[in-house]
């Protein structure tokens, strides 16, 4: 098989989209280091996948159970490296995603965290922002 179709495969998965997703499953797989099933003939993952769905060299049942229930999820990528943290914190603290809401605070936490520099607005005596030096002059 020289070139590979979906029509190839149809057969084996009528619903394409079906056909899609498992071969994109099984991309993923190979990708991640699993065995060929036949040659690779200098082919792409994606084309290796469809060319293994044509010849029935794998086993459909086991890569859609897997589609279903997820079995190749990185737990890693869920929860960040410990040495990350410090990094992930410093940069939220200075995109202010994260941060205290008072106004007394002086932006210790984010410096002890790592942040260059805390964003925090001159207010005059109804609570307004005051035009810093740097607004007035754009």
């Not at 890693?76 to 939220?92: C, F, K, T, Y």
Request: aromatic share 2%; charged share 35%; net charge negative.
């Amino acid at each position: 098989m020289a070139r590979v179709t979906v029509e190839d495969c149809v057969d084996k998965i009528p619903n394409r989209f079906e056909l899609v997703l498992l071969a994109a499953r099984r991309a993923r797989n190979i990708h991640s280091g699993a065995p060929l099933t036949l040659e690779r003939d200098n082919d792409k993952n994606p084309v290796v996948a469809l060319r293994e769905i044509a010849d029935e060299t794998i086993e459909l049942e086991a890569l859609k159970y897997e589609m279903e229930h997820g079995a190749d999820i990185d737990h890693e990528l869920d929860e960040p490296e410990e040495e990350n943290l410090a990094v992930l914190s410093a940069e939220q603290a200075w995109a202010g995603v994260t941060g205290s809401a008072d106004p007394d605070d002086d932006g210790a936490d984010a410096a002890a965290v790592g942040a260059d520099a805390v964003f925090k607005p001159t207010l005059d005596d109804a609570g307004k922002a005051v035009p810093s030096a740097a607004d007035e002059e754009a």
